[in-house]
């Protein structure tokens, strides 16, 4: 008896967990009976279905990232960009989703890609590598989620958003640039140095002229005071002269012994009858 007890339990088990299902907050359940939908079910909860009848497919109503990959674009310019891009979308109508694409995330995955990627070549070859780089970002982000928004409808799914992670320059491409960059940053420095060098020779050749012109001034009031120096010194001689003719000629000759005999190895030969040693001989007159 307790194995037969033990017996039907199990098989109330196995009988239960056939009838009963549940949906969890993320999802939405599609009901099939024989292959075909029965009911949608967006309620979380426990639910009911016939055993051997109805088969229940689950998905995943939360927004869903589809990263594509790195791909290679031509723009205006006839330039390659490698453009890395993701977009962000969610099941908006389970029924349609599962008819278009048998609720395949990878099937719809790819196809999303295609969608994207056409409408980036389509953006990238109206615009130069400046419009995408920077200015036409936002706008070619906009025109590619409108685009795509018609061509998904079919599949039941709605876009949330479609972003540009990053553009990058093909390596000839960068080269190519970084060369033109360096050639621009050359003649703006040679330009800036021709410019330097012509205002340090006009700084140069000003300071010139002004320093003749302080060194003429100079000399012409040294020369001037100097001369007044001299008149007043001949003024004042004169009238030393004048006041006392035989000291003044007296205080001369001093003044010419202490020069002439100021080092003590100084040797002169002269006649000693000769006026310069008027003062030492008295008989000089």
Do not use: C
């Amino acid at each position: 008896m307790q194995k037969i007890g033990l017996a039907l339990i199990a098989v109330l088990f196995l009988v239960l967990s056939s009838v009963v299902y549940t949906v969890n907050e993320t999802q939405t359940a599609i009901k099939l009976r024989l292959g075909e939908i029965v009911s949608v079910e967006k309620v979380p909860g426990l639910k009911f279905k016939m055993p051997f009848v109805n088969n229940i497919v689950k998905f995943d109503h939360r927004i869903q990232t589809l990263d594509a990959p790195s791909e290679r674009f031509l723009t205006g310019e006839k330039k390659n960009v490698i453009v890395d891009s993701y977009v962000k979308w969610r099941i908006e109508d389970a029924e349609q989703f599962y008819k278009s694409t048998g609720g395949n995330i990878a099937r719809t995955n790819n196809r999303l890609a295609q969608i994207i990627k056409t409408g980036l070549k389509s953006e990238f070859s109206k615009r130069t590598i400046a419009d995408v780089v920077s200015g036409e970002r936002s706008e070619i982000m906009a025109n590619i989620a409108r685009l795509a928004k018609k061509d998904i409808a079919q599949f039941g799914i709605k876009i949330i958003d479609v972003r540009i992670k990053r553009i990058d320059l093909s390596q000839e491409v960068s080269n190519s640039v970084y060369r033109r960059m360096q050639a621009e940053r050359q003649r703006v420095a040679k330009e800036f140095r021709s410019k330097g060098a012509e205002k340090a020779e006009i700084i140069k050749a000003a300071a010139d002229k002004e320093r003749t012109i302080i060194l003429a001034n100079a000399y012409r009031d040294s020369e001037k005071i100097r001369g007044e120096g001299d008149a007043v010194s001949a003024n004042n001689y004169a009238k030393a002269y004048s006041k006392n003719s035989d000291f003044y000629v007296f205080y001369r000759s001093l003044e010419s012994y202490k020069k002439s005999f100021s080092n003590q190895n100084n040797i002169l030969v002269l006649n000693p009858n000769t006026e310069f040693f008027r003062y030492f001989n008295p008989q000089i007159k």
